[in-house]
């Protein structure tokens, strides 16, 4: 058991009782908190009508309720924003880089607190929580970088008398829109470098997971962000065709399904807007007759069933080739019997948590009952192996999956892994290459030689030689394709910089003949 780790959220936070009495008629209602907006460095409680529940995934508690902000919620973020604009992107970037650091610096102090919070709202082991912060944190050391990152070009005597030189300058209000998976790591995908580069930011942070969105928003006050550079409103479908729409926004960089990051990439490319909108998946792991057993055996448990599946680079097909389908399936068996289930937000030693919410779960029951009837072999199946209260699904492992499958050919989206067997590599990248999506492949193997035919021929963006999960770090592009990605620049690394400013080329001419010799 932990101990309780709990904020000073008060300004964040109204009790159901004050603001909304018609919830609950007895005191039970004081223990729910009600989300409120984070506009100008102040909380500001939207008035709406509608609110969503937030849960306890490992317990089914409502543990706070959301507002679904509407258009004039919106514009008050967008007028904040659009209002701190100009001071902030006149701020000396080694300035900024300073503020980030202190940002930094309070985000890793509370990198515990976080984790914590992330445990509650959304189901992850503490382990995978902390990862979750942990890789936010690495695009914030990225975009403490930021006055090397926006150095521009030049060249003296581009012709004759004129220098020539490029600068990148910030685009103005950006908006982020984000998934409930990852409630610290996405959203820091995003906004660090968007206001390292200058502009200011508004956050539409997914409705199932609002609260590690606030938390940021007052750590980043804090550590002397100015009011207005960083804003965040919840809600959905409104708030979020509102920011599409919302001509005081340049870019919008959304991550979340393949039907809305297609909606979100139309709406906002329609308004004239700068898009970078990340979708779905449907990962594939290829395990080679040659490959290590044990540490391979490691990488498709974490793969498939880390943070319960719900992972937009989840292994979700493993291809055992030749030989080795049988012994893998053996080892895989092995190794998810062993893992357990239970309340991730009070025992961190649980091996792996609930599904974000009972549609989310039921979803995946539904899956596992059509396999049944389509005659699928189901080795494990995960709905027999369920604590009876939070929204859980066990370890489920689908064997002899074929690509004309339901099974195969869509995201599933929680712990449930497919074994198919091609009859050779080639023929595994063959069938690789058919899906519509493109984030992310591996390969596990003792040859180089497969591992470089594997690289060469895979259409999608992220590929792993022995590494389950191939996410690559802040200084490289999340690099989706297919229809795992809308738009040309990627979050992280130098494509983040480039989506979030524009180049200025400027051209100076110096010589006798524009030096002043007689005046008007
Ligand atoms: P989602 O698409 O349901 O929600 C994402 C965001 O869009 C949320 O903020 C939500 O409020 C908003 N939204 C939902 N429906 C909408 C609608 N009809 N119109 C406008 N806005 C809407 O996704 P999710 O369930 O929160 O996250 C899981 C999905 O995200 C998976 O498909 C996963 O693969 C994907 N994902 C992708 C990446 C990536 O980098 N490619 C990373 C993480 C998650």
């Known amino acids: ?238 708030a979020v065709e509102t920011i599409c729409a919302h001509p005081g926004i340049s870019a919008v960089s959304f991550v979340g399904s393949t039907s809305v990051a297609r909606a979100v990439y139309e709406q906002g490319t329609r308004a004239g807007k700068r898009v970078q909108a990340a979708g779905g998946a449907k990962n594939v792991m290829v395990v080679m007759p040659d490959a290590e057993r044990d540490s391979t055996l490691r990488a498709i448990m974490g793969a498939a069933f880390g943070c319960a599946g719900q992972r937009c680079m989840a292994g979700s097909i493993l291809m055992g080739i030749g030989d080795i389908a049988d012994p893998l399936k053996e080892g895989l068996v092995s190794e998810m019997d062993a893992l357990t289930l239970g309340d991730t937000s009070r025992d961190r030693s649980v091996g792996m948590g609930a599904m974000i919410d009972s549609q989310s779960r039921d979803r995946l029951f539904g899956v596992i009952e059509k396999a049944a009837q389509d005659k699928v072999q189901i080795v494990r199946d995960g709905r027999s192996k369920v604590p009876n209260q939070g929204f859980y699904l066990g370890p489920t492992l689908f064997d002899h999956v074929s690509t004309d499958q339901t099974l195969f050919n869509t995201e599933l989206f929680g712990p449930a892994l497919c074994l198919s067997r091609p009859s050779s590599l080639d023929d595994a990248i063959q069938q690789i290459n058919r899906l519509p999506y493109g984030n992310g492949a591996s390969i596990f193997t003792s040859s180089g030689a497969a591992a470089r035919e594997f690289s060469r021929k895979i259409q999608c963006g992220m590929i792993g030689v022995n590494v389950g999960v191939p996410a690559p770090m802040a200084i490289f592009p999340f690099s989706g394709w297919g229809r795992s990605f809308f738009g040309d620049l990627h979050v992280q690394g130098m494509e983040g910089v480039s989506f979030y400013t524009r180049k200025k080329v400027v051209l100076s001419r110096w010589d006798d003949t524009y030096v002043r010799k007689q005046g008007w």
Do not use: Y
């Open 1 to 238: 058991m932990i101990q309780n780790i709990r904020f000073n959220m008060s300004c964040f936070h109204l009790t159901i009782q004050q603001n909304l009495g018609t919830f609950f008629s007895d005191n039970t209602a004081m223990s729910t908190e009600v989300i409120t907006n984070f506009i100008h460095g102040k909380a500001i409680a939207p008035q709406v009508e509608n609110f969503g529940d937030v849960h306890n995934p490992s317990t089914g508690e409502v543990i706070a309720k959301t507002p679904f902000s509407q258009a004039h919620d919106v514009d008050a973020a967008v007028e904040s924003a659009g209002k701190a604009f100009p001071s902030w992107s006149d701020t000396p970037a080694p300035t900024r880089a300073k503020i980030l650091f202190e940002c930094r610096r309070r985000v890793a102090e509370n990198l515990e607190a976080l984790s914590q919070l992330i445990c509650e709202e959304n189901g992850k082991t503490f382990g995978e929580a902390k990862g979750d912060v942990t890789r936010g944190l690495e695009v914030l050391e990225f975009a403490c970088n930021i006055p090397h990152l926006l150095m521009g070009e030049s060249l003296p005597q581009m012709a004759e008398h004129i220098d020539g030189t490029t600068s990148r300058e910030p685009l103005g209000v950006c908006a982020g829109i984000t998934p409930f998976n990852f409630p610290v790591m996405v959203p820091m995908w995003m906004f660090p470098l968007a206001i390292a580069c200058g502009n200011t930011f508004i956050l539409k942070p997914s409705e199932k997971v609002p609260q590690c969105a606030n938390r940021l928003a007052q750590i980043f006050l804090e550590a002397g962000l100015p009011e207005g550079v960083f804003n965040v409103v919840h809600g959905g479908r409104e």
